[in-house]
């Protein structure tokens, strides 16, 4: 029997232990961002005149950005590619997407120094600086995502719109406003669907670009000049695990049964993306002669390892067999290494891979680092957990399945 | 001729890209091959001469309004135990090495910004506030900074500071090779003054000139390279050194211009917008295809 799936708001406690503990470490975080607008970077961070990038941009930003890439490559999929069978999985997806380059750009704004000036890129432009493309394409692509949630909100609202006391006389113009807002965006969606894609691989890649103008202060064994198409490879690998392990983790954490047909038949794409990724990386070493550098035994030659061996062979290896891919546990197992692979990959290509001249020192993340940016993620959770339950994100399967909904994006 | 046309086409459709994104294509498309005067100025550094007196830091930070002390405390020789660098508080700094030939004549090296004829910081800067000018200056405009310390990832020198200690405002500190004092004709404060002509301000191609001229006349005092003539595309201070200058912790760099590959990858993937444009497309027109397929099939059921 085919179960007709719907999104719908989900009912659940907000609070659990599991989440006042993360309250717990957003609060944290936040205090230590507190600081760092009040008494700036030197008093939070232990950044130096020599390491002027820290876990801030090497995590917070470039990982942030690569985990967010489910959003593009599920819209990809599903609306483009109409493969309505993952409709299931686009709002979930856009959902972590929105949340996670809008603390991308949080933490963009409590890194720069003036940070009051993040509108700069916006009039003075460089064009040939790799920022400034990072900065243009992630900026319009926040707005591009905040569209894409628009029809989440109209369908939330229209028809429930309910204001108390006095406002509650306006509440027909607004219903009526979110009715056109909804036949307009209904009609005009396909353009920025296909945007959000185009801006993300535009941008996925020139954060590769990033580092390689760092030259020869850059370890050999990741500074190559094919590094805006390792990290392009390696966004479209993290994309689905990063859905599979979100779907996961929120049927986990509201009791509900796992979208695993779903999830099992999205996996099939991360071994063959996962292999490219695989060659290029090792096809590069091989051309530039870096496995040389393998051969000692030191910090980068280490980290590079397990990048490869713990985040890309092993995951490979798991979601090629269908045993894996058919168990939930086996599902996230995978999913999570593919995801420490990418994370571990751009921490080590902006921190690991960093070797300035002149400093005996090298950098280790302060306490007030590691707290903002496990601050970031948990208030991300959180801000997950809330919208999930006050808008229709996650899909529920209906019992009576006559009245066939479909979400595909009309007036393609 | 089909494929000319096509080409045609091509361009065509990035310069309208272009325009409708309100972009001047010739803008994006402008490799920093700002033309470089053949006037520059530079300094031309002879580490055999120089006596490691430090008023060039005194003279440095009294030109740049920085609380530089008395003149007289820089004759305090124990600075030269560490190795110091340029930074907030001065954006000069001379370090001394010992000279195995002549230990009684140690040799000393002042450091600041190189001031690079293809810089990494002009090309790196999200907003464009580092620029090379006509008289050679790589300068930085306070006025754009944001703060985001992609500079100095990207000089191959590392030579730009930041202001940590700075809640507003924190500035980018370097040295601008003095360029209000150059601008009202006068020299370069370190240049002006040091007192055993250590420091040679010129046009650049002359001091190229005078700096083979001294390899050639005195063969045996110096090593047989001009440090900064050719490497990272020639800077416009230059250096003669006795011994080699890796020695003298010169960092070792090729003569491919610092920003060279980034700026070739950014450009080619934004060659006339078309690789975005043609993405775009090619994306539409799948979706338009799986899309007509997709209801064909919901007919025939």
Known sequence: ??????????????????????????????????????????????????????????????????????????????HIWHRDKYEVLVRPALLTAMLGYTFVALGVVTDIGRWYYIWHPLIMWNGNSALFEVGMCVMIYLSVLYIEFLPILTERFIGRVNLPGILSAFNKVIDSLLRLLDRTLNKFMFVFIIAGVVLSCLHQSSLGTLMIIAGAKMHPLWQTPVLPLLFLLSAFSVGFPMVIMESISASKSFRLKPEKDVLTSLSRFVGPILGVYLAAKIGDMFIRETFVYLTELNLASIMFTIEIVVGVVIPLRMFLSSSVRQS????????????????????????????????????????????????????????????????????????????????????? | MGELNRRNFLKTLGVVGATVSGIPANKLLAQSKTELSEDRMGVLVDTTVCIGCRRCEWACKSAHDIEAGNLESYSDESVFDKMRRPGNDGYTAVNRYENIQNPNKPINVKVQCMHCDRPACVSACIVGAFSKKENGSVVWDGSKCIGCRYCMVACPFQVPTFEYDKAIQPNINKCDFCFGRTSEGLLPACVEICPVEALTYG???????????????????????????????????????????????????????????????????????????????????????????????????
């Open chain 1, 1 to 78: 029997m085919e179960h007709e799936f719907q999104p719908a708001q989900i009912k659940h406690k907000y609070f659990t232990p599991w989440v006042i503990v993360i309250s717990l470490i957003a609060a944290t975080g936040l205090v230590f961002v507190a600081m760092r607008y009040l008494f700036g970077l030197g008093a939070v961070t232990n950044l130096t005149q020599f390491f002027p990038w820290g876990i801030w941009i090497g995590l917070d930003v470039a990982a942030g950005v690569a985990l967010a890439a489910g959003g593009f490559t599920t819209a990809a999929l599903g």
């Open chain 1, 328 to 412: 939930t546990t086996g599902l996230y197992i995978a999913s999570m290494l593919v995801i420490l692979g990418v994370v571990l990959n751009r921490f080590n290509n902006f921190v690991i891979a960093y070797n300035p001249p002149y400093t005996e020192t090298s950098y280790f993340p302060s306490i007030g680092e590691i707290s903002v940016t496990l601050g970031f993620v948990a208030l991300e959770i959180l801000l997950y957990r809330a919208f999930v339950m006050i808008f229709p994100i996650i899909s529920l399967p209906v019992k009576s399945a006559l009245k066939k909904t479909k979400y595909a994006i009309k007036g393609v």
């Open chain 2, 203 to 301: 046009r650049r191609r002359h001091l190229v000139e005078v700096a083979e001229k001294r390899m050639e006349l005195y063969p045996d005092r110096y090593i047989n390279k001009i440090y900064g003539f050719t490497e990272v595309g020639g800077t416009s201070w230059m250096y003669l050194a006795s011994k080699n200058f890796e020695e003298l912790d010169f960092p070792k760099l090729g003569d491919k211009p610092a920003p060279g590959v980034s700026e070739s990858i950014q450009h080619g993937i934004f060659a006339y917008f078309v690789p975005p444009i043609a993405l775009y497309a090619l994306l539409g027109g799948i979706m338009w295809i799986s899309k007509n397929k997709d209801s064909k099939v919901e007919g025939k059921e």
